[in-house]
């Protein structure tokens, strides 16, 4: 027995009746319709939505009406019940046609957004081990620093026993972001076309507010960083560090310390920034995946 939308010929078929029409003209008509519904419905669930198929199914209809009009051997009476059902289909076919041609479109985009986002997820690890590097590196520095700040009689002493020498060095930390997939996806107008707010808004965040601010705060750090190299390279007849007589004199020239105790505060401050981007980052490979499952 033809099926569509969960209704039965046989229903659709009691219903046509009441409008007159003999039982095997209700059957008849009542299939056609079904065969309408079930052909473009099927088409239309395995590939894009084509405007053409239905305009061709409503032409076929109006011709129809108008042969049944001219059509000498009929009753007047049964012209005019058989051109309201010709109608009565173009009608749901036009309906029809609106609705699939929507359903079409948002599949499309999904699939769309469901594309974006596995591209997307690559770009975001990539994110996550280049920040993982430049944490790595400015925790190293960050080390180095408050080793040369810890530095007292006692310790010069202990190096110097060990033969070991005191020397500044550093790594100047530019981390790499990958946001062309999102730019692109962007400038295109089919952001909108993720349907999950909190996914939504945690993409514009982290590529409109979190990254545009580490790559302001990294050239901050980068810039006291260079200042405290161009100071060492600007002065090599001082001692930056020398080795003190007594307790009370001064190991590190007070310029360069100040440099360094700025240095230190940036770093520090640079590696709970990398540490909370990271969560962030992590976080929002979870919702993609819950997302695209």
């Known amino acids: 027995m033809l099926n569509f939308f969960g209704l039965q010929v046989t229903k659709r078929t009691a219903l046509l009746c009441r409008f007159g029409l003999s039982t095997s003209d209700c059957r008849r008509q009542t299939e056609r319709l079904t065969r309408v519904v079930n052909t473009h419905f099927e088409c239309f669930q395995t ?42 289909i173009i009608v749901f076919a036009v309906s029809l046609s609106i609705w699939l041609h929507g359903w079409s479109e948002h599949r499309h985009q999904q699939a769309e957004a469901k594309a974006f986002l596995v591209d997307l997820k690559e770009d975001i690890k990539r994110d996550i081990e280049n920040i993982t590097t430049s944490k790595n590196r400015t925790a190293k520095n960050l080390k180095i620093n408050l080793f040369m700040l810890s530095l007292t009689k006692a310790r010069i002493d202990s190096l110097k026993k060990a033969d070991a020498s005191v020397s500044y060095k550093f790594e100047f930390s530019q981390t790499k972001l990958n946001n062309g997939t999102y730019e692109g996806f962007k400038s295109s107008g089919k952001i909108g076309s993720i349907e999950d707010k909190d996914l939504k808004k945690s993409i514009l ?87 695209n499952q």
């Open 205 to 291: 965040g982290y590529y409109q507010v979190t990254t545009p601010s580490l790559v302001e705060v990294e050239k901050l750090a980068a810039n006291v960083d260079d200042k405290a190299l161009s100071y060492v390279i600007d002065n090599p007849e001082k001692e930056l560090v020398s080795y003190p007589k007594k307790e009370s004199d001064k190991i590190i020239d007070p310029k360069f310390k100040n440099y360094l105790k700025l240095s230190t505060d940036y770093s520090q401050a640079m590696v709970n920034n990398y540490t909370e981007i990271l969560k962030e980052a992590n976080k929002l490979l979870a919702e993609i995946d819950k997302y």
């Open 47 to 88: 590939k894009p939505f084509d405007d053409r198929i239905m305009q061709d199914e409503i032409l076929k209809h109006t011709k129809k009406a108008f042969a049944v009009m001219s059509n000498s051997e009929t009753s007047f009476g049964h012209k005019v019940k058989e051109v309201l059902l010709e109608i009565g």
